[in-house]
């Protein structure tokens, strides 16, 4: 019986968990869920996520949340190489530290810059007052920078030379921005070079694919528009500004 994962692809998690199904050979039925029309919400992934998330995955009768809990899963289930969560205890401790220090430090202002730059002004009405934009670019430089010299350094990955779950799961958050036309590669030669290693390691055509949405969501503003979930979005924005 193959894996269900329910997925959206703008969904920076959910495009982890897809890649390293995918990269893996790890069987599975891609099910997917459109955020934007608050299909997340229906009585029927209710039953699958009562947490009302994505990623979530199915197997059998199994049902799991949480993409790092769904990543590792799949990591013990299917006997993946060893490189992507080592067994050697310290390596393996290194990718524990990176994915427990990504969740504010890169993902938050990541995301934040998606919102602000792309969606605030369709969803509110308005646009992101500028020392709260300015504000959340700093956080995001700031821990950029901790990235390259404290977790990257000079090694061709984050955990040494081979790549694991820690740099799937850097590099869809790093590619989250991109989608509302800020590139945060740009002057950025180290944290460029990794993403290309990143990207030939996954492969380019599985990389793209990923990417597509995200790199071309310069037109789901005008979808929201009518979406059932634009009183919801309107709310979580507000709290982005607090």
Not at 1 to 17: A, K, N
Not at 76 to 86: C, G, L
Not at 106 to 114: D, E, G, H, L, T
Request: net charge neutral.
């Amino acid at each position: 019986m193959v894996l269900e994962l329910y997925l959206d692809l703008y969904s920076q998690p959910c495009r982890s968990v897809y890649i390293f199904a995918k990269k893996n050979n790890i069987p599975f039925e891609f099910k997917q869920l459109s955020l934007s029309e608050g299909q997340h919400f229906s009585e029927e992934f209710g039953k699958i996520n009562p947490l009302r998330k994505v990623p979530a995955m199915k197997d059998g009768d199994y049902q799991l949340a949480e993409s790092i809990a769904i990543l590792l899963y799949m990591c013990r289930k299917f006997k993946t190489p060893d490189h992507w969560y080592p067994s050697d205890l310290q390596k393996q401790a290194k990718v524990d530290e990176y994915l427990s220090w990504q969740h504010a430090a890169i993902r938050a202002p990541a995301s934040k810059i998606f919102w602000f730059k792309l969606m605030m002004p369709v969803i509110t009405g308005n646009t992101t007052p500028q020392a709260k934009m300015d504000s959340t670019l700093e956080e995001l430089n700031t821990s950029l920078q901790l990235f390259e010299e404290n977790f990257l350094q000079d090694k061709n990955f984050i955990v040494g030379q081979e790549i694991s779950l820690a740099d799937i799961v850097a590099i869809v958050e790093l590619m989250q921005p991109l989608g509302s036309g800020l590139d945060i590669f740009e002057g950025r030669p180290k944290l460029t070079a990794w993403r290309e290693r990143v990207k030939a390691n996954i492969g380019k055509e599985l990389f793209d694919e990923v990417h597509e949405l995200i790199l071309n969501a310069g037109d789901l503003p005008k979808k929201m528009e009518q979406s059932v979930m634009l009183p919801h979005l309107k709310t979580r924005l507000q709290k982005m500004l607090n």
